[in-house]
């Protein structure tokens, strides 16, 4: 299920989704919506989206659910969220081989995908959660494997998420990289995010940046986040929207 929140600050919406939502943090994902920052006349806030599959519990009374499946919206743009505070339970040079039968069928099917479609290419593990697992796909066609705006990547990524589903295992995400794009496209929007936020305050204007998923959007959200004169806000339908930027007190 997918809710809706606010607070003064993205830790307090996280906080008040936790708590209301009876869940821990590592329960959900969450995509910023919109931020405004305080002035003088208006107070700041933050507006969160929590994706969740914990359908058991029952929701909060001061939530908003929305109707969007969580397994079309969130899985298929699960990335790798906070890299430089990733906590691997195991090495990721020490075993990339599957540990368990679960393990082995889901690599068996993602390389099968790819005989299907055409190339060859073999996976391995790079890292391993308790809810969570890593898989890195090396071909000599990774180029085509990932695709434009790693759309072709979101796609082998969320079959693998479906294919977990199906064998019993929802309750774990499946992140598949490959030539390790997902981080060096974070590296790449975080820059787009310090650029653009340059010329708009150069021209108290506001500039609409190119359809993105819920991951990158977030990113872009997160980063201009503490720019005092620039805000952000995420604009359309459907699962790839596109993020405002604009000059704080323009009209």
Do not use: C, W
């Not at 929305?66 to 430089?84: A, C, H, V």
């Not at 368990?100 to 995908?113: H, V, W």
């Not at 479906?162 to 929802?170: F, H, L, P, S």
């Amino acid at each position: 299920m997918v809710y809706e929140f606010e607070g003064r600050t993205e830790k307090e919406a996280i906080d008040r989704a936790a708590e209301e939502l009876g869940l821990q943090k590592d329960d959900f994902d969450v995509e910023i919506v919109e931020t405004q920052r305080s002035g003088l006349f208006k107070k700041g806030y933050v507006k969160i989206r929590i994706h969740t599959n914990q359908l058991e519990r029952s929701a909060a009374p001061n939530s908003k659910p929305r109707t969007e499946s969580p397994r079309t919206e969130g899985l298929r743009t699960e990335g790798l969220r906070t890299e430089g505070r990733r906590q691997m339970n195991q090495s990721v040079f020490g075993d990339p081989e599957p540990k368990n039968e679960f393990e082995k069928q889901l690599i068996e099917f993602i390389e099968g995908l790819l005989e299907r479609m055409g190339y060859s290419g073999k996976v391995m593990v790079i890292f391993r959660e308790e809810r969570k697992i890593g898989l890195k796909i090396d071909s000599e066609h990774s180029s085509i494997l990932i695709g434009k705006k790693g759309k072709n990547l979101d796609a082998l990524q969320l079959l693998a998420n479906i294919y977990a589903g199906r064998q019993g295992r929802e309750d774990m995400r499946v992140i598949l990289d490959s030539e390790n794009y997902r981080i060096r496209r974070e590296e790449s929007l975080v820059r787009l995010a310090y650029t653009v936020a340059d010329r708009v305050r150069e021209n108290r204007g506001s500039i609409l940046l190119e359809p993105m998923n819920p991951f990158d959007r977030r990113l872009i959200h997160t980063t201009l986040n503490d720019i005092t004169d620039v805000e952000t806000k995420s604009e359309g339908e459907g699962l790839y929207k596109q993020v405002r930027v604009f000059y704080r007190g323009m009209r």
